[in-house]
C-alpha cells in the first residue's frame, strides 16, 4: 500500500496556492481599479474640501480681523459723536443762558420804557384834573362872585349870603 501523500506548505495549512494567487490578481486588479476609479476622486475630493476649509478659516480670521476694526471705529465714532454732543448741548445752554440775559435786558429796558411813559401819563392827566380843577374853581369864583354882586345890600345879608353859597358849593 502506497503511502497516502500529505500535503506540504501552504496545502498543509489548507490554502490551495492556485487560488491564492487568482486572489492576489483579483485583489491587485480591484485595488488599481479603486485607485484610480474612486481612491483619486475622492483623495481629490477630500482636498478640496482641505483647501476650503483652508480657505474658510482663513476667510473667517479675516473676518474676524475686520469685525474688531470695525468695532473700533465704531467706538471712536461713537466717542467722537458723544463728544460732539456734548459740545452742542454745551453751547445750546450757554446760548440759551445769552439769549436769557438779553431777554431779561430787553424786557428790563421796555419796563423802565413803560414805566417812564405810564408816568408821563399820570403826570399829564394829573396836570389836565388840576387845570380842570383851576377852570371850574374859577367858574365858581366868578359864579359866586356874580350872585353875591347881584344880591348885595348890607353887611349882615353878605354873611349869610355868603355862608348859604359856599354850603351850595360843598
Known amino acids: 500500500m502506497a503511502e497516502p501523500l500529505t500535503p506540504t506548505g501552504l496545502a498543509a495549512i489548507g490554502i490551495d496556492g492556485k487560488l491564492l494567487i487568482a ?7 480591484v ?4 485607485k484610480f476609479f474612486a481612491f483619486k476622486p475622492i483623495i481629490k475630493v477630500l482636498a478640496e474640501r482641505r483647501k476650503r476649509i483652508a480657505d474658510s478659516i482663513k476667510n473667517a ?9 470695525t468695532e473700533e471705529k465704531m467706538t471712536r465714532l461713537l466717542e467722537k459723536a458723544s463728544r460732539q454732543g456734548r459740545t452742542i448741548v454745551e453751547q445750546a445752554k450757554a ?9 431779561t435786558e430787553t424786557l428790563k429796558q421796555e419796563e423802565e420804557r413803560m414805566t417812564a411813559r405810564t ?20 367858574y365858581l369864583a366868578v359864579k359866586l362872585s356874580e350872585k ?3 344880591t348885595k345890600l348890607d353887611a349882615k345879608k353878605d354873611d349869610q349870603m355868603l355862608k348859604r353859597l359856599l354850603k351850595e358849593v360843598r
Open 119 to 138: 408816568k408821563q401819563a399820570i403826570e399829564q392827566q394829573t396836570q389836565q384834573a388840576l387845570n380842570q380843577a383851576k377852570t371850574q374853581l374859577s
Open 31 to 34: 485595488f488599481i481599479l479603486l
Open 148 to 150: 353875591i354882586l347881584a
Open 61 to 69: 480670521e479675516l473676518i474676524e480681523v475686520r469685525r474688531k476694526e
Open 23 to 29: 486572489q492576489l490578481f483579483n485583489f491587485a486588479l
Open 95 to 103: 446760548q440759551a443762558k445769552q439769549l436769557k440775559q438779553e431777554t
